[in-house]
């Protein structure tokens, strides 16, 4: 089976930088996935990483360390339009589960 | 435009009445996807498709079903609604395997069965 353990809800303010933490464990480990959700919309896809370490994009980055099932997703120069919800999701042999999400709000 | 489409977008019905959920994506993508998503729950998957006629179990099956005799289409079927499948649903669907491809989601279809 699987476990993923994320915070449920978390505030940061404008302009500032916050970091969302994952943790899991999963059978068969391939990657983990990223996706953020507005309130009422779909999940979009932020991030896919397969190897240990930070990959950067834009003002997201995410990190990976397989041997610690730990993953974060960072998000810098914080704006309103990044209130919403980011749901870690660790592939592996069974069909893909993701976590509860984590609701950010960014206040002024 | 690439998209996945679902409709209708919203639904009241009542308990037995059966319904229908249609999907349909554009990217002649392989693997299809349904959630469901509920507070407190997160998403979770109800059923996949890796290929025409072919279709698995997720986390959730029970209460559903879903048939794939095309590509693009992969509707969700609720032979008889109960109040406990009130709910936002999404379809999605992804070029690959979902451990290494990301998937794309439709707008999402709220049901409410009462």
């Known amino acids: 089976g699987q476990n993923i353990d994320q915070p449920t809800e978390m505030t940061a303010t404008e302009g500032a930088i916050v970091q969302i933490n994952c943790t899991y464990q999963?059978?068969?480990?391939?990657?983990l996935f990223w996706y953020q959700q507005h309130a009422g919309e779909a999940p979009t896809f932020l991030s896919y990483?397969?190897?240990?370490g930070l990959e950067e994009k834009g003002r997201f980055s995410s990190f990976l360390s397989r041997s610690k099932g730990y993953s974060y997703l960072l998000l810098k120069e914080l704006q309103m339009k990044d209130s919403a919800s980011y749901l870690c999701?660790?592939?592996?042999?069974?069909?893909?589960?993701f976590g509860k999400g984590t609701r950010l709000s960014v206040i002024a | 435009e690439a998209q996945v489409t679902q409709n209708p977008r919203y639904l009241i019905t009542v308990t037995g009445k059966k319904l229908t959920v249609t999907c349909s994506q554009n990217?002649?993508?392989?693997?299809m996807s349904w959630y469901r998503q509920d507070p407190g729950l997160g998403l979770r998957q109800i059923y996949y498709?890796?290929?025409?006629?072919?279709?698995d179990k997720g986390d959730v099956p029970e209460g559903y079903k879903v048939s794939r005799k095309e590509k693009r289409n992969f509707p969700l079927i609720l032979e008889s609604p109960s109040p406990n499948q009130t709910s936002l649903y999404f379809c999605?669907?992804?070029?690959?395997?979902?451990?290494?491809?990301?998937?794309?989601f439709g707008p999402g279809t709220r049901l409410t069965v009462t």
């Open positions: 999605a669907s992804s070029l690959g395997g979902f451990s290494s491809y990301e998937q794309y």
């Open positions: 999963t059978s068969g480990f391939n990657g």
């Open positions: 990483n397969v190897l240990d």
């Open positions: 999701a660790p592939s592996g042999n069974t069909p893909l589960v």
């Open positions: 990217m002649n993508h392989e693997y």
């Open positions: 498709s890796m290929n025409v006629e072919v279709t």
